[in-house]
């Protein structure tokens, strides 16, 4: 499985950017996919997800900004980023969560490679 982020860039605070992540291989099924972060000296946060029903969370720095949606028949997650601040600034990462290749498989967890966000002031 693998999956392939897209949308990073720069940009100036107060902007938008809008991230892509389609996953492909082997996928039977998956509970989840979301956005994780992480800035420079920082441990790896939480920014979003969505169940595959469409159930949502968001980190509180982020609720009201930024907004996740899905599409499953192309396995891709998308997060519309708004009102960008500086302290958005990350690498965000791509997670898709207990993905099975088949329905007697138990599932993992995968990560993409990560893309830059750089919000300048």
């Known amino acids: 499985v693998q999956l392939q982020a897209s949308g990073g860039g720069l940009v100036q605070a107060g902007g938008s950017l809008r991230l892509s992540c389609a996953a492909s291989?082997?996928?039977?099924?998956?509970?989840?996919m979301g956005w994780y972060r992480q800035a420079p000296g920082e441990q790896r946060e939480l920014v979003a997800d969505?169940?595959?029903?469409?159930?949502?969370n968001y980190a509180d720095s982020v609720k009201g900004r930024f907004t996740i949606s899905n599409d499953n028949a192309k396995k891709t997650v998308y997060l519309q980023m708004n009102s960008l601040e500086p302290e958005d600034t990350a690498v965000y990462y791509c997670?898709?969560?207990?993905?099975?290749?088949?329905?007697?498989?138990?599932?993992?967890?995968?990560w993409g490679k990560g893309t830059q966000v750089t919000v300048s002031s």
């Open positions: 291989g082997r996928i039977f099924s998956w509970n989840a």
């Open positions: 969505i169940a595959r029903g469409g159930t949502t």
């Open positions: 997670n898709a969560r207990n993905v099975r290749a088949s329905w007697d498989e138990f599932g993992m967890d995968y």
